[in-house]
């Protein structure tokens, strides 16, 4: 992850380098992401990391598109796509090998948490409020997230 971009602080470049090689195994991600979480929010789950989405990103601030897709890849949460755009809303696309293991190891994988963080990405960069809808295609195993506002 490149630390420095995402307002992480490090206190040398050794640091730097060491953060920059690390990885996590996707199995540890998902313990936390998909079970832990679910256990502890329970039937709220869905709703809550939609906020915290929203939270992450007033953390981690996109400018542009590539911001965004440079996040996504980091966060290892999929491949990031703009599918096509009008004046109120974009249409986005997640896939990728991480978007495939999701599909691949849970019955109704959710997507709420990056759904969130989009709609908030873009309420900031459209400087309005905006919400996102996110659309789960099993048999592509794609997601498609669309972001109205105005």
Same mark, same amino acid.
């Given at each position: 992850?490149?630390?420095?971009?995402?307002?992480?602080?490090?206190?040398?470049?050794?640091?730097?380098?060491?953060?920059?090689?690390?990885?996590?195994?996707?199995?540890?991600?998902?313990?936390?992401?998909?079970?832990? &979480? *679910?256990?502890?929010?329970?039937?709220?789950? !869905?709703?809550?990391?939609?906020?915290? +989405?929203?939270? #992450?990103? =007033?953390? @981690?601030?996109?400018?542009?598109?590539?911001?965004?897709?440079?996040?996504?890849?980091?966060?290892?949460?999929?491949? &990031? *796509?703009?599918?096509?755009?009008?004046?109120? !809303?974009?249409?986005?696309?997640?896939? +990728?090998?991480? #978007?495939? =293991?999701? @599909?691949?190891?849970?019955?109704?994988?959710?997507?709420?948490?990056?759904?969130?963080?989009?709609?908030?990405?873009?309420?900031?960069?459209?400087?309005?409020?905006?919400?996102?809808?996110?659309?789960?295609?099993?048999?592509?195993?794609?997601?498609?997230?669309?972001?109205?506002?105005?």
């Amino acid at each position: 992850m490149n630390s420095r971009k995402w307002g992480l602080k490090l206190t040398n470049q050794t640091d730097k380098q060491e953060t920059d090689t690390l990885s996590v195994p996707v199995f540890g991600y998902e313990i936390i992401r998909d079970v832990l &979480l *679910t256990d502890v929010l329970g039937k709220e789950t !869905a709703d809550i990391l939609y906020w915290a +989405g929203k939270s #992450i990103a =007033r953390k @981690f601030p996109c400018a542009t598109f590539d911001d965004l897709a440079s996040f996504f890849i980091e966060a290892g949460w999929g491949e &990031l *796509t703009l599918l096509k755009e009008s004046k109120n !809303a974009k249409v986005f696309v997640l896939s +990728g090998p991480f #978007i495939d =293991r999701r @599909f691949s190891v849970q019955t109704e994988p959710s997507f709420t948490l990056e759904s969130g963080f989009l709609a908030e990405q873009l309420s900031v960069q459209e400087q309005t409020i905006a919400e996102s809808i996110c659309e789960v295609q099993k048999r592509a195993q794609k997601v498609q997230v669309t972001v109205k506002w105005g």
